[in-house]
């Protein structure tokens, strides 16, 4: 499944590379989310699997909160990314004569550098609130990786005022995404709408599918451990979702943009033909 991902990611980054016919914001945008997919899921399998290996389970504390530092920050970038692609789709649909002054090389670059450095304050923020907890009352992780949540529950000390304020930041984190990508489908779906033919209205929904499948998908993935881990507590079932949410989703991500566009197919052909 690792190998797969990696493939899979690194032949969507190949093609909007060489592909001029995929030089639009939206591949930009699909290129930089398939590098972090690449990175998201390096932060917990590569480990995971020389763990299976080597027969051993631990983890150095340092390299711990290392683990749980990517793990925010491109969990974090993956939901960004995914509002910046909403509203990418949404100039399209809503503006189309607009699209190319509004959606400029400028303007792409700076989502996804301001998607970046919110990653990382984020990343930060759980990193400091974690360093602050200078005693543990056992040192078993029911996860095959390190996440914030686990690290408090395994804390001897009063963690009342950290949890406050990592559950304060991590819901500003996903629920301010999760806005931007809901208000621009109210938008796409309200213009749909008044498209008075049901052709135009297919075509126009159809440039949405690929990233309202990989929304659903990473959301409802993420989402499921949330509430899963906060109204039943069960180790097998988070270690189960975040199977889920952390290799899955990353895995699924080029297939879904592969077999339901027709420019990745198209591109994916001219590479083919080259090659031969």
Not at 25 to 45: A, H, K
Not at 141 to 163: E, M, R, V
Not at 177 to 196: D, H
Request: proline share 4%; aromatic share 14%; glycine share 6%.
């Amino acid at each position: 499944m690792y190998l797969v991902t990696i493939f899979g990611n690194l032949l969507i980054i190949l093609l909007v590379t060489f592909d001029s016919h995929l030089n639009t914001p939206m591949y930009f945008f699909l290129s930089n989310l398939s590098l972090v997919d690449i990175g998201f899921i390096s932060t917990t399998v590569p480990k995971m699997i020389v763990d299976i290996h080597t027969h051993s389970r631990v983890i150095p504390y340092m390299g711990c909160l290392t683990q749980m530092s990517f793990l925010i920050l491109f969990g974090c970038m993956d939901g960004i990314l995914l509002t910046a692609m909403a509203y990418d789709r949404f100039v399209a649909i809503c503006h189309p004569l607009h699209y190319s002054v509004i959606m400029n090389p400028c303007l792409c670059g700076f989502l996804v550098l301001a998607s970046f450095l919110i990653s990382l304050l984020d990343s930060q923020l759980h990193y400091l609130i974690v360093l602050q907890l200078t005693c543990f009352k056992d040192v078993e992780i029911s996860n095959f990786f390190c996440d914030p949540s686990g690290l408090l529950k395994l804390a001897c000390s009063d963690i009342f005022t950290n949890n406050i304020v990592m559950y304060f930041v991590g819901t500003i984190s996903g629920f301010l995404p999760i806005s931007g990508i809901f208000f621009s489908y109210y938008k796409i779906v309200s213009s749909i709408l008044r498209v008075p033919s049901s052709g135009g209205k297919y075509k126009a929904f159809s440039t949405c599918g690929s990233h309202l499948s990989v929304v659903c998908l990473f959301y409802g993935t993420a989402i499921g451990v949330y509430l899963g881990s906060t109204l039943s507590p069960s180790p097998r079932k988070d270690v189960t979702a975040s199977i889920m949410y952390t290799i899955v989703t990353p895995m699924l991500n080029p297939f879904i943009y592969s077999l339901r566009n027709r420019d990745i197919k198209s591109a994916l052909w001219r590479l083919y033909s080259r090659l031969i």
